[in-house]
T-cell receptor
Framework: DTAVSQTPKYLVTQMGNDKSIKCEQN?????MYWYKQDSKKFLKIMFS???????INETVPNRFSPKSPDKAHLNLHINSLELGDSAVYFC????????????FGEGSRLTVL | GEDVEQSLFLSVREGDSSVINCTYT??????LYWYKQEPGAGLQLLTY?????DMKQDQRLTVLLNKKDKHLSLRIADTQTGDSAIYFC?????????????FGQGTTLQVKP
C-alpha cells in the first residue's frame, strides 16, 4: 500500500508541450511538497502546500503551476516545456511543521526532447 | 544563503565502515538529516540529529555533529552491498509551516563485495 504515489513514473515529451504530474498521499499528512532533482542529483524544493494552501514558492518559472484539490493530493502542471525542465520530480509529504521528516514518492522522470 | 556540501563519491569494501561527510552553512538549523536514495526510488529518511547533540547512534548508523565547525558525518558500520545508494545530508531551514530542507548534492556510496 504505497504511502506517496506519483503518476506517471516516466514522461517523454516535446518542447513546447504542456504536461501534468499527479501525486497522492494516504498518510493523513497536512503538508505536501514538490522537489526537483536534476541530472547531477541535486535536489531542490519547488513548492509546499499545507492544507491546500500554498506556503512555499521558490524561484520557479510561472510555467509551473501546482494545484492542491485537497490535502491528500498535489498536482504539478507545466506549460510550454523547455529542455531544462528535464529532471526527476519528487512529491513528498510530512506532518504539519515537520518539514525535515519527509516521505517521498518514487519520482516522475520527465524528459523533454 | 544556506548551503550544504558533500563529497560526491565513496567506495568501500563489504564489511568495512563507511564515513560520509557533510558541511553546512546555516547555523540556525535545528535538526540535520540523512536521507538514502536507492536507484530508481525516492529518498528515505535514515536518521536525524538535534542541533544540541554531538552524537546519535541507531544500530549500524552513527551520526556525529560538530556544531562549531558546522560538520556532520554519517558512519555506517559493517557496510553491506545493500547499503550502496546515494546519501543526502540536509539541513532544516525556517520553522513551522514555512520550514524546508536544504539538501547537499549527495554522496554515492559504492560497496564492493
Amino acid at each position: 500500500d504505497t504511502a506517496v504515489s506519483q503518476t506517471p513514473k516516466y514522461l517523454v515529451t516535446q518542447m513546447g508541450n504542456d504536461k501534468s504530474i499527479k501525486c497522492e498521499q494516504n498518510l493523513g499528512h497536512d503538508t505536501m511538497y514538490w522537489y526537483k532533482q536534476d541530472s547531477k542529483k541535486f535536489l531542490k524544493i519547488m513548492f509546499s502546500y499545507n492544507n491546500k494552501e500554498l506556503i512555499i514558492n521558490e524561484t520557479v518559472p510561472n510555467r509551473f503551476s501546482p494545484k492542491s484539490p485537497d490535502k491528500a493530493h498535489l498536482n504539478l502542471h507545466i506549460n510550454s516545456l523547455e529542455l531544462g525542465d528535464s529532471a526527476v520530480y519528487f512529491c513528498a509529504s510530512s506532518v504539519q511543521g515537520a518539514a525535515g521528516e519527509l516521505f517521498f514518492g518514487e519520482g516522475s522522470r520527465l524528459t523533454v526532447l | 544563503g544556506e548551503d550544504v556540501e558533500q563529497s560526491l563519491f565513496l567506495s568501500v569494501r563489504e564489511g568495512d565502515s563507511s564515513v560520509i561527510n557533510c558541511t553546512y552553512t546555516d547555523s540556525s538549523s535545528t535538526y540535520l538529516y540523512w536521507y538514502k536514495q536507492e536507484p530508481g526510488a525516492g529518498l528515505q529518511l535514515l536518521t536525524y540529529i538535534f542541533s544540541n547533540m554531538d552524537m546519535k547512534q541507531d544500530q549500524r548508523l552513527t551520526v556525529l555533529l560538530n556544531k562549531k565547525d558546522k560538520h556532520l558525518s554519517l558512519r555506517i558500520a559493517d557496510t553491506q552491498t545493500g547499503d550502496s545508494a546515494i546519501y543526502f545530508c540536509a539541513g532544516g531551514h525556517g520553522s513551522g509551516n514555512t520550514g524546508k530542507l536544504i539538501f547537499g548534492q549527495g554522496t554515492t556510496l559504492q560497496v564492493k563485495p
